[in-house]
């Protein structure tokens, strides 16, 4: 473990951006593990590092389906650099993946079930536990509007009892 934290530390400093000292790789070289999500929001991984969800904003109501998501589980990050400014101290944007196991027959399986890459931040939106922060420009924003427009259709999460153009931040 200690030796992937020194590898992810050397991998990130190559991505060093040169003006301000931020560090932002556009993808991490290792898998970390999320320690605890705060109440905007905000993802902390292990090994320290705050992430924001690139292009969501994150109801408070919501904040329990993040952590049964996240708490605890290992995470892959990509970082939206339309997004993140130079101060340090800001919690960096980023798409969030979790690998998940998915098995089609059980009958049919005999090797286990096979493992799927789900981005984070497109899943809370099509559960209506997110919105999208349309005041931004980010790279998947025609997407997750897509998204979004789906879920408010079906009635989803917070879109059960909201108008969509209600509570828009």
Not at 12 to 39: K, Q, R, Y
Not at 75 to 90: F, M, P, R
Not at 122 to 141: D, I, P
């Amino acid at each position: 473990m200690a030796s992937s934290r020194f590898f992810l530390f050397v991998f990130s400093a190559f991505f060093l951006h040169a003006a301000s000292g931020v560090v932002v790789p556009p993808v991490l070289a290792a898998n970390d593990s999320v320690d605890a999500i705060t109440e905007n929001g905000t993802v902390i991984l292990n090994s320290g590092l705050k992430i924001q969800l690139a292009g969501l904003s994150v109801p408070p109501e919501s904040i329990p389906i993040l952590n049964s998501l996240l708490r605890r589980r290992e995470v892959q990050i990509k970082y939206d650099k339309s997004l993140n400014s130079g101060d340090a101290e800001t919690p960096k944007s980023a798409y969030v993946f979790v690998e998940t196991r998915q098995s089609s027959m059980p009958i049919k399986e005999r090797s286990g079930p096979r493992k799927k890459r789900v981005m984070v931040n497109e899943l809370l939106l099509s559960m209506g536990a997110a919105r999208v922060s349309e005041n931004l420009v980010f790279k998947k924003k025609k997407d997750f509007l897509e998204i979004e427009k789906i879920a408010q259709t079906k009635g989803e999460g917070i879109w059960s009892y909201e108008t969509p153009g209600e509570m828009k931040k």
